[in-house]
Structures are given as C-alpha cells and as structure tokens.
C-alpha cells in the first residue's frame, strides 16, 4: 500500500505543534514558579518556607510537563512511522492529576496568604 508522503508530513507537524503546546505549558509553569518566588517573600507559616515550597513545586511542575510533552513526542513519531498510532494514555491523565494537585496546593496558599 502506498503512504501519502504529504499525509504523513501534515501529522509529524502536527505531532511537533502539539510538543510546542506541551514545551509552551512547561516554561510558562516555570517562569510561574520563579515569579513567586521573586514577588512572593511573606511566609505565612513562620519557620516554613512555604513559598520556597510552592515555587519549588509550580517549577518541578513545569519540567514534568516538558519531559511528559517530550516523551509523548518521540513515541508519536515512532508510531506515526510504524502507522501504528494510539490515543494518549496515562500520560495525560498522570500530567492532570499534577496540574489538580499544584491548583489545590496554590488555594491553599492563597487562603493562608491573606488570612493573616
């Protein structure tokens, strides 16, 4: 069978866009991270660092994502030219259950930040 050479290219493009969505989410979590670090200098449970901690997190959570987007991205190659392509799996559930976990962690921090 012949393989549409034009196809193929539209969906490796599509698959490297797709990296750039995951790359884009990643720096900006990280660039996230160091802003709240920099602007952010009232701990608000004395002798915890919970800014340091929070920072530290929303950054970890940015280089999780851009290996996440990484990996998805060289085994969408491979399977874009195996023709064996499949859906996304635990990937993008493990990368949300991240994002709910730093979104409560951030609540928390805001509720605490102004109770004081």
């Not at 802003?35 to 929070?54: E, I, K, N, T």
């Amino acid at each position: 069978m012949a393989v549409d050479q034009d196809s193929r290219a539209r969906t490796h493009l599509a698959n490297e866009r797709t990296f750039l969505a995951w790359f884009r989410t990643g720096i900006t979590l990280v660039a996230l991270g160091l802003a709240a670090a920099q602007f952010l200098s009232r701990d608000v449970v004395p002798g915890v660092p919970v800014v340091r901690m929070l920072s530290t997190l929303v950054i970890g959570a940015g280089a999780f994502v851009v290996v996440v987007g990484l990996w998805r991205y060289r085994t969408g190659s491979r399977r874009i030219n195996a023709e064996a392509f499949e859906a996304a799996g635990p990937s993008v559930v493990i990368t949300a259950t991240v994002a709910l976990v730093i979104a409560g962690v951030a609540v928390v921090f805001v509720w605490l930040l102004h109770a004081g």
